[in-house]
Nanobody, 118 residues
Framework: QVQLMESGGGLVQPGGSLNLSCEASGITAMRHRMGWYRQAPGKKRELVALHFNSGDMINYADSVKGRFTISRDNDKSAVYLQMNNLQVEDTAVYYC???????????WGQGTQVTVSA
């Protein structure tokens, strides 16, 4: 059974930093497409950052460019999100996402809360 385990969320003041981690289990380690989405209260889930499974293609939402950095460890089927200069509008539940390289099945983590507040 494939599971995505997230960690690293929490409460931080504006301008602060957090680092989110997500590691897949129950799946053969390979270069799956992995990324992060978020959902704020009353809003639709949106893409934050995406690391494609070919080359080094990365896609960021405009709102996080220059502040967030996505990285991955293919040996662990893990993906990370370093979030700097966090703002109140970054408050949301952050979800890890993986699309299997071969089957194209989509998997989601359980979500981790990020709250930015003074």
């Amino acid at each position: 059974q494939v599971q995505l385990m997230e960690s690293g969320g929490g409460l931080v003041q504006p301008g602060g930093s957090l680092n989110l981690s997500c590691e897949a289990s129950g799946i053969t380690a390979m270069r799956h497409r992995m990324g992060w989405y978020r959902q704020a209260p009353g809003k639709k889930r949106e893409l934050v950052a995406l690391h494609f499974n070919s080359g080094d293609m990365i896609n960021y939402a405009d709102s996080v460019k220059g502040r967030f950095t996505i990285s991955r460890d293919n040996d662990k089927s893990a993906v990370y999100l370093q979030m700097n200069n966090l703002q109140v509008e970054d408050t949301a539940v952050y979800y890890c996402n993986m699309v299997h390289k071969v089957t194209q099945m989509t998997y989601w983590g359980q979500g981790t809360q990020v709250t930015v507040s003074a």
